[in-house]
């Protein structure tokens, strides 16, 4: 097979790189990651000549080109049908699609007003209206997955919708925006896997300061 190359953002602050490349990582798939971090405040124009949209993450297999997170999890999870990519059972693939779909075109307030941070210390904001109604429902489908799954991820082992949720954990981390025991201990197991240390052990070295995205 060709080589995987995904192309993403800094690892800092790049919430949409990180989708696909967590769930890449944790599912063992071999790929090889290309950083090309973004610090113009309209975008990059180094994106252009490698992505379809100019927008990361993207992901090169010879000549194939596959833009949008999701999109690439389902590629590889394609190629991979044996890593554990999506759950088993159709019902809960359904589910897990549902809610991931839901992640890609919702929780705006919530994107919007906290920025993924990794390097963050934990510090409160003032959040605009909106924000914790996004909160309460991603506490709602967190709870209600694990309940049935068991744990320790939404479908018992870690799975694409666990990376669609990844930099919903950081938020809930850094903004200091949860209490309960339950969505802390999702969130304990998200940070406590080994894909996500590799991550963030790069996204604490990098040098890059994104203004617009230091809330
Ligand atoms: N819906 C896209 C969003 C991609 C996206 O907005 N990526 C950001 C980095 S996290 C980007 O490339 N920004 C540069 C720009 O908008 O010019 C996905 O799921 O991949």
Known sequence: MEKLTL??????YSSWSFRPWIAMTAAGIPFEDMVIPFDFPAGN????????????PVLHHGDVRVWESLAIIEYVAELFPDNGLWPKGAADRAVARSISMEMLSGFRALRGA????????????????????????????WRELRAKSGGPFLF??????????????????VYDLVADDETLAYMAAMKSHPAWLKWQEAALIEPWIVPEDEA
């Open 114 to 141: 906290c920025p993924m941070n990794i390097r963050r210390p934990k510090r409160k904001i003032d959040l605009p209206d909106g924000v914790m109604d996004d909160v309460t429902r991603i506490q709602t489908i």
């Open 156 to 173: 018992g082992a870690f799975t694409g919708a666990d990376a669609m949720f990844a930099p919903v954990v950081n938020r809930f981390d």
């Open 7 to 12: 192309y993403i953002g800094n690892k800092n």
């Open 45 to 56: 124009p180094k994106f252009k000549p490698i992505s379809p949209t100019g927008r990361v």
